[in-house]
């Protein structure tokens, strides 16, 4: 661990420091939510933010993607075991 990431609170703010990270994260801690319905919920972000901001969180490992082989096609959005343990925040 690095110099940068050796305080918790610093570690934990590089995760999800930013505007829209913790919104998506708070509507995830009930359920599980479809694509569409998770961005409806967060107003004023664009389409390419929010799948950027899914992205970073799904890279980070602090949520997991759902795609259902259906047509049209199906995503679903919720907490990752290692995001799991933020809802205790």
Same mark, same amino acid.
């Given at each position: 661990?690095?110099?940068?990431?050796?305080?918790?609170?610093?570690?934990?703010?590089?995760?999800?420091?930013? *505007?829209?990270?913790?919104?998506?994260?708070?509507?995830?801690?009930? =359920?599980? @939510?479809? #694509?569409?319905?998770?961005?409806?919920k967060i107003r004023g972000i664009?389409? *390419?933010?929010?799948?950027?901001?899914?992205r970073e969180l799904e890279k =980070?490992? @602090?949520? #997991?993607?759902?795609?259902?082989?259906?047509?049209?096609p199906k995503v679903e959005y919720?907490?990752?075991?290692?995001?799991?343990?933020?809802?205790?925040?």
């Amino acid at each position: 661990m690095n110099k940068e990431n050796s305080c918790p609170l610093n570690y934990t703010m590089n995760l999800i420091g930013t *505007k829209w990270k913790p919104l998506i994260l708070f509507h995830l801690l009930e =359920d599980d @939510l479809r #694509s569409g319905i998770l961005q409806k919920k967060i107003r004023g972000i664009s389409n *390419k933010m929010f799948t950027q901001t899914v992205r970073e969180l799904e890279k =980070d490992g @602090l949520i #997991s993607r759902k795609v259902f082989p259906v047509v049209p096609p199906k995503v679903e959005y919720g907490l990752s075991a290692r995001g799991n343990p933020l809802s205790l925040f």
